[in-house]
T-cell receptor, first 112, second 114 residues
Framework: DQQVKQNSPSLSVQEGRISILNCDYT??????FLWYKKYPAEGPTFLIS?????DKNEDGRFTVFLNKSAKHLSLHIVPSQPGDSAVYFC???????????FGTGTRLTVIP | GAGVSQSPRYKVAKRGQDVALRCDPI?????LFWYQQALGQGPEFLTY????????KSGLPSDRFFAERPEGSVSTLKIQRTQQEDSAVYLC????????????FGPGTRLTVT
C-alpha cells in the first residue's frame, strides 16, 4: 500500500521555466515532508522540507507547498536549470516515527 | 570524506550465498537507517538504529535479513541465503538527532543475485 504517491513518472521543462513536481499522501499522521533529489549511481540528496504547521517553505529557487486538507504537496523550481535534471522523491514521516515513506519518484528533464 | 559511505558499491551473489553490506555514517550522527530500493521504486524502510540500539526492524522482509551496529557507528546489513528477489539497491542513511528528519544518504550498494 503506497502511502506516498508521485503520479507523474517524468516531466520535461524548458530551461528558465518553472518545474512543478507533485506528491499526494494518504496517511493523515504524516507531519513532516521532504523532497530528495537523486542523480544516477548516487544516493538521494536532501533538498527541502516542510513541517505540517506550515503551508510554504522557500529556499532559493526551491519552494515547497503543503495543502493538508488535500493531502498534497508540490515542489516548485524556478527558474529551472539543466543541472536540476534528476529524479525527485517526495518523502513523509509520521509524528513520533523515525523512518521515511517515499514516493516512486519523478524524473525531471530540463531542456537547455 | 564527510558524507555517508557504503561498501561495496556493487555486489553480485549467487542464489543461496550470504552477503554483508557495510555503512559508515557521518561522524557523530546518532541515527542510522537502512532502506531497500527496487528498480523503479522509491526507497523502502528496513531498519533503524539509535546509537547501537536497533529500535525498529519492522521493515526487514524476512529472518534472512539481519543488521547490527555494535559500537554505535559503523553498521552492517547481512542477508543470508540470498534470493533473486533480494536484488535491489541497499541505501544507508544517517541523521544527527534521534528523529528521522533530514536523513543523509550514502551512494548505496547495488546487489544482484543470479
Amino acid at each position: 500500500d503506497q502511502q506516498v504517491k508521485q503520479n507523474s513518472p517524468s516531466l520535461s521543462v524548458q530551461e528558465g521555466r518553472i518545474s512543478i513536481l507533485n506528491c499526494d499522501y494518504t496517511n493523515s499522521m504524516f507531519d513532516y515532508f521532504l523532497w530528495y533529489k537523486k542523480y544516477p549511481a548516487e544516493g538521494p540528496t536532501f533538498l527541502i522540507s516542510i513541517s505540517s504547521i506550515k503551508d510554504k517553505n522557500e529556499d532559493g529557487r526551491f519552494t515547497v507547498f503543503l495543502n493538508k486538507s488535500a493531502k498534497h504537496l508540490s515542489l516548485h523550481i524556478v527558474p529551472s536549470q539543466p543541472g536540476d535534471s534528476a529524479v525527485y522523491f517526495c518523502a513523509a514521516t509520521p509524528r513520533g516515527a523515525n523512518n521515511l515513506f517515499f514516493g516512486t519518484g519523478t524524473r525531471l528533464t530540463v531542456i537547455p | 570524506g564527510a558524507g555517508v559511505s557504503q561498501s561495496p558499491r556493487y555486489k553480485v551473489a549467487k542464489r543461496g550465498q550470504d552477503v554483508a553490506l557495510r555503512c559508515d555514517p557521518i561522524s557523530g550522527h546518532v541515527s542510522l537507517f537502512w532502506y531497500q530500493q527496487a528498480l523503479g521504486q522509491g526507497p523502502e524502510f528496513l531498519t533503524y538504529f539509535q546509537n547501537e540500539a536497533q529500535l525498529d526492524k519492522s521493515g526487514l522482509p524476512s529472518d534472512r535479513f539481519f543488521a547490527e551496529r555494535p559500537e554505535g557507528s559503523v553498521s552492517t546489513l547481512k542477508i543470508q541465503r540470498t534470493q533473486q528477489e533480494d536484488s535491489a539497491v541497499y541505501l544507508c542513511a544517517s541523521s544527527l538527532g534521534g528523529d528521522g528528519n533530514e536523513q543523509y544518504f550514502g551512494p548505496g550498494t547495488r546487489l544482484t543475485v543470479t
